[in-house]
Structure formats: C-alpha cells, structure tokens
C-alpha cells in the first residue's frame, strides 16, 4: 500500500493562498463593492435616500393636484429616545412648500446626541420630493430628558409623475453620541 505524505511547504502554500483570498474578498466588500452599491443606489433611486438642501428656485403651485405627504419615525436599536411625527400626513400641492414638525425626547439617563437619516417611498418619488429645510442635515444634541421640537420644510416638485399620489417620509433615528465626541477630539 502507498502512502502519500504531503510536505509542509505545500500547505505553507494553500494557506498563504487562502489568506491572500480572504484578504482580497474584504478589500473588495469595503473598497469595491460599498461604491458600487451607492453608485447604483444614486442612479436609480432605489434606496429612497434623499438628497441635502434643496433650493427652490419657482414660486409656482399646482393647486389643481394634492398629493399626500406621510410620516413615519423609527428608532435604530439601542436609541432610547421618543422620536415622532406631530402630525401623521398632510396634504400638498405640488411647489408648495410645506413645514412639519416632529418630536424628540431623550429617555435616557445621559446626554446624548442622535442623527435622523431620512427615506422615501416610493422610490420613484425621490427625486421629487424635495427638504428646503431639515433637522436631519445635523445631528441633534439633548440632554438626558431633554424634549426638543424638529421642523422639516419641504417641497414636492412640479414634476412629480401623475401615478404618485401619496408620498411616505421616514426617518430612522441613530445614536452618534460616540461619533460626535470622536468628532470633537
């Protein structure tokens, strides 16, 4: 009977190779593979992420449609904050600019300081519906059981396609207290 008896170097090798893969495969999910998402997030719109700052530039409405505009509030996992809309939709003319208002309240026993990142669907709204105004665009700061009033001013474009008649806007509320203290080193 012959046995095979392999030689150290060999696996040396195999190991060498399988770590160089696995190297390759992470530089490739963090340097190719995020920009790659967000490139084709950006052109299609899927994600319903919006954009920053819009400036509106005509005075126009279009009272002869009304769209509804809904809120929505979620809070990432671990955010201990209450965090919601005060009105739960309203009705808008297309360029008419319109502010709401939401609630945040920190429950916790600690200073703390959240980011609300926005979403809207459906997707095809995105580039339509437009924040002249936002407590999203910075973080916002409050002390343990400190209550503060948001507003968002918005927009919805001219433009906006006849099969969209209703517009959901949703925020999920992070916790960046360690983020922003890192900011601030």
């Known amino acids: 009977m012959e046995t095979t008896t392999s030689k150290p170097e060999n696996h040396t090798r195999v190991v060498v190779i399988l770590l160089g893969v696995v190297v390759g495969m992470i530089l490739f999910l963090f340097v190719g ?23 509106q530039t005509s005075q126009q409405v279009d009272a002869q449609r009304v769209i509804k505009v809904q809120f929505l509030s979620h809070n990432n996992e671990g955010m201990l904050w209450d965090f919601f809309p005060e009105t739960v939709s309203v009705t808008v003319h297309p360029g008419e600019p ?14 703390m300081v959240g980011q609300a990142v926005p979403s809207v669907s459906p997707f095809e709204a995105t580039n339509y519906f437009h924040k002249t105004e936002c407590f999203c665009f910075n973080q916002q700061p409050l002390e343990a059981g400190e209550e503060k009033e948001m507003g968002v001013r918005f927009l919805v474009d001219l433009d906006t396609p006849d099969f969209i ?20 080193t």
């Open 33 to 55: 593979l995020v920009p790659m998402y967000n490139l084709l997030c950006n052109l299609t719109g899927i994600t319903g992420r919006t954009g920053g700052p819009y400036t």
């Open 98 to 111: 319109v502010t709401v208002f939401f609630k945040a309240r920190n429950n916790s026993g600690k200073n």
């Open 165 to 184: 008649d209703t517009i959901t806007l949703s925020y999920t509320m992070f916790d960046v207290t360690q983020m922003a203290a890192n900011e601030g």
